[in-house]
């Protein structure tokens, strides 16, 4: 079983930062792909950013430039540097984790850290 706890959510003027940390339970961390996710009420949930356990990332178009996704495998900790937030930013951040072992794919959420961008 995997777990995923997420932190560093909070209030954010517009123009400000935050960065969130995922932490993993398990040994499967690092063959994972880990990804951010965020959910507006009324709103599907949409990818934010996703790294492989190479490292390659990728960005949702609304935050190339603004994001960085990061992992550490030593600490089994991936991270979401947000730069420039903007008040459409505000949402509830999740942090996914998707394995693949023996042919089947499994899927771990985390509980979600709120993040709001407002003066």
């Known amino acids: 079983q995997v777990q995923l706890v997420e932190s560093g959510g909070g209030l954010v003027q517009p123009g400000g930062s935050l960065r969130l940390s995922c932490a993993a339970s398990?040994?499967?961390?690092?063959?994972?792909?880990m990804g951010w996710y965020r959910q507006d009420p009324g709103k599907q949930r949409e990818l934010v950013a996703a790294?492989?356990?190479?490292?390659?990332?990728d960005y949702a178009d609304s935050v190339k430039g603004r994001f960085t996704i990061s992992r550490d495998n030593a600490k089994n900790t991936v991270y979401l540097q947000n730069s420039s937030l903007k008040p459409e930013d505000t949402a509830v951040y999740y942090c996914?984790?998707?394995?693949?072992?023996?042919?089947?794919?499994?899927?771990?959420w985390g509980q979600g850290t709120q993040v709001t961008v407002s003066s």
């Open positions: 996914h984790a998707r394995v693949v072992s023996n042919r089947r794919t499994y899927d771990y």
């Open positions: 398990g040994s499967i961390f690092s063959s994972a792909v």
């Open positions: 790294i492989t356990s190479g490292g390659s990332t």
